[in-house]
């Protein structure tokens, strides 16, 4: 897994394990299936998901050091599961451009507060210090997807 995560980056890559708030201004989680499926086990568990321990571990130690946090897609679910008590988006809670819109109401359920946003807007957390967007939560193009990543990653650099 290291060797394809090196591929991917063009580049050496360092375990999870390895990662420390200390050391970073702030940690962004890219949704998709990995987060789903390997960083948590939402893909098949919804609400009743557990979470990647190295995860958990760096959400908490970039929460407590009040770093920034930047997730778009899927992954606000992992703030939701791990943080409880934060305010995020994956988009709307319905429509037919929206093919995950039962997620926002998942969200809820974990006690955390989902903000409706469509796909040109995100959802800034201040107090948690909590960037997030929908990015593939909408069924859109690239172009679309690709500004919303950028919006998210331009509210993480505001933060930090």
Known sequence: MPEESARIA????????????ADFDAVVFPGGFGAAKNLSSWAVDGTR?????DVVRVIKD???SSKV???????????AKVLG????????????????????????????THVKTTI???CVDK????????????????????DNVGQMIGGVLELA
């Open 85 to 112: 008590k934060v305010t995020v988006t994956v988009g709307q809670e319905e429509g037919d451009a929206w093919p995950y819109a039962g997620t926002a109401g998942q969200i809820s359920s974990l006690g955390a």
């Open 69 to 79: 946090l930047g997730m778009c897609c899927i992954a606000p679910t992992l703030a």
């Open 49 to 53: 998901c557990s979470v990647d321990a």
């Open 62 to 64: 970039f929460h407590s």
């Open 127 to 146: 107090e948690n210090k909590l960037v997030t967007s929908p990015a593939y939560m909408y069924d859109g193009r690239p172009h679309e997807i690709f």
């Open 120 to 122: 040109s807007e995100i």
């Open 10 to 21: 063009r580049g050496a890559v360092v375990p999870l394990a390895d990662l420390k708030a």
